[in-house]
């Protein structure tokens, strides 16, 4: 009997390191490994079954990624219930997986792999698992043994890019939304206008992309800079890019949420419509500097001109985009301008308005009345709580929690991403090799941030809907330092949102980043070389 315990413990231990040693991020409820000799090994007369075709675009991302890392060129064929075939990867729709929402279980043995989810996202999250399988051994096209059951912590997992500041083209885009797929994320908060450069073609509204899309310089080195470069920046996407990007991601089950800035960040669109400031007669420039909203009027003016240049902008976002919500900022606005402005001040006191505060909120209402007319739902950055929340607003909660903790007590949806463990733009070490923003934020400070506070009870802590990261571009002109910003953070994003709470830990983290990196080597990604060294 002892030896038998021994045995079995022996045994137990083995496979609980097996399951360990696959390195999968982020990490699924639940990994049981099998026997070492009971392994899959992927070759060409490997096939994937599919049980129905709402799979094919599950399929086809398997089949894609097979064929450039493993160079294999699998055929998709039809799953019928009777399937006995062998080495087959089977993608099965099955109303039996439930009951958490997008639910997968993955099963690998030497005769197959089946992924079964009871949605089609479920199915695609099961083969981003198993795209990380292929790649944990360094056996090329070799799967071992293995039992998951997985499922996402939060509903919404995001993150954001900034191409403002810093313009992105439509193939690194799509490059980017591969790297949220990957990392089981399912929405992109893609910020296309601010002070800096407006982004998206309106038709009805040339100039906001013939003038509000180009700068004249930018400033050089950390702000307040040692100087101008003189060189005119810009760029911006049409609309049938814009279609381009929705139909990448939605092959992806990833929702865009697209950010039109207003009533602040708006120089942009004054530099080709000054009439919609508070100083119509001047001349404004699309922004050359960063962190400007203080010292510059970059505030439209709330009239029923601006309100309804703003409608026809959404109309045609709306009409572009099919994601429900629509995020309007409503950050940073320096009230200043408004106070030194008549005519703001004859709307405060036509609307029996209390002060400037109370104009924001008036602002805010008045738009979200408009995009839940078309609807949409409104998302904003937690100023947008400054004189009282428009009543089906979502808050993104950036300013610390304070604002996310006010608006879930008062039973509205709430993102979580606190600037000090969300803001991907800040540095990842104190003396990092690279100009960054000049803040801190350690990956240790991301895996181990909460999104759901202590301060908020049960039934109020269903209101944080998710958390995202945030990567602002005013030091990231090229897309291999967005990646080497974005790795590894995003994977620490990535299991603070999907993972269950009691089953992140830091250091197994750390040590399954080994063999992710390995895996970045071999997709050739941009990450900071530092985390290798003890």
Do not use: C
Not at 45 to 64: C, E, G, V, W
Not at 428 to 435: G, R, V, W
Request: aromatic residues 12%; charged residues 20%; glycine residues 6%.
């Amino acid at each position: 009997m002892k030896i038998l315990y021994y045995f079995l413990i022996g045994a137990l231990f083995f496979n609980t390191l097996k399951a360990q040693s696959q390195s999968l991020i982020p990490i699924p409820v639940s990994v049981k490994a099998g026997s070492p000799s009971d392994q899959f090994q992927l070759d060409k007369h490997t096939q994937i079954l599919i049980s129905d075709t709402s799979l094919n675009k599950s399929a086809a991302f398997l089949s894609d990624f097979i064929q450039k890392y493993n160079h294999l060129q699998l055929s998709t064929a039809p799953y019928g219930p009777n399937e006995k075939k062998s080495n087959v990867i089977s993608l099965i729709r099955s109303a039996s997986v439930a009951p958490h929402a997008d639910q997968y279980t993955l099963s690998a043995s030497k005769k197959g792999i089946s992924i079964l989810s009871s949605t089609d996202q479920g199915i695609f999250y099961g083969v981003q698992t198993l795209l990380q399988l292929l790649l944990s051994d360094g056996i090329p096209g070799k799967i071992p043994a293995i039992e998951i059951l997985d499922y996402p912590r939060f509903d919404y997992r995001g993150m954001h890019l900034d191409v403002s500041r810093h313009f992105f083209e439509v193939s690194f885009v799509k490059k980017y939304i591969d790297y949220l797929a990957m990392h089981k994320l399912n929405y992109f908060h893609w910020h296309l206008t601010d002070d800096h450069g407006w982004r998206i073609e309106i038709k009805k509204y040339p100039r906001l992309t013939e003038v509000g899309a180009w700068r004249d310089g930018s400033i050089i080195g950390l702000y307040p800079g040692t100087g101008n470069d003189g060189k005119r920046y810009g760029g911006f996407y049409t609309q049938e890019q814009i279609k381009e990007v929705i139909k990448y991601a939605q092959d992806r089950y990833i929702t865009i949420i697209p950010e039109i800035e207003m009533p602040a960040h708006s120089m942009a669109v004054l530099a080709a419509y000054p009439e919609l400031g508070t100083e119509p007669a001047k001349k404004y420039e699309v922004a050359q500097t960063w962190g400007i909203f203080n010292k510059f009027n970059n505030v439209l003016q709330p009239t029923d001109q601006t309100f309804s240049f703003l409608e026809d902008v959404l109309t045609e976002v709306m009409q572009l985009f099919p994601a429900p919500y629509i995020h309007i900022g409503g950050d940073e606005g320096s009230k200043i301008w408004w106070k030194q402005s008549a005519v703001s001040q004859q709307i405060i006191k036509d609307n029996k308005l209390k002060d400037e505060s109370g104009l924001q909120s008036y602002f805010i209402h008045r738009i979200e009345k408009f995009v839940n007319s078309k609807g949409k739902t409104i998302i904003g950055w937690d100023e947008i709580l400054d004189g009282g929340l428009a009543p089906n607003a979502i808050v993104m909660s950036w300013r610390g929690e304070k604002g996310g903790i006010a608006a879930a007590k008062q039973q509205h949806k709430v993102i979580m991403t606190p600037e000090n463990m969300m803001y991907f733009n800040h540095t990842q070490f104190l003396k990092d090799d690279s100009l960054t923003a000049a803040k801190y934020l350690p990956l240790e400070v991301v895996y181990n941030y909460e999104p759901v506070s202590k301060e908020l009870s049960l039934a109020e802590g269903k209101y944080i809907w998710g958390g995202q990261g945030n990567l602002w571009s005013e030091y990231i002109t090229n897309p291999a330092k967005v990646e080497y910003m974005l790795f590894p953070r995003l994977d620490a994003l990535s299991e603070v949102l999907w993972s269950p709470k009691e089953k992140r830990n830091l250091a197994d983290f750390k040590n399954r980043l080994k063999t992710q990196f390995k895996r970045y080597d071999l997709m050739n990604i941009n990450y900071s070389k530092r985390y290798l060294t003890p």
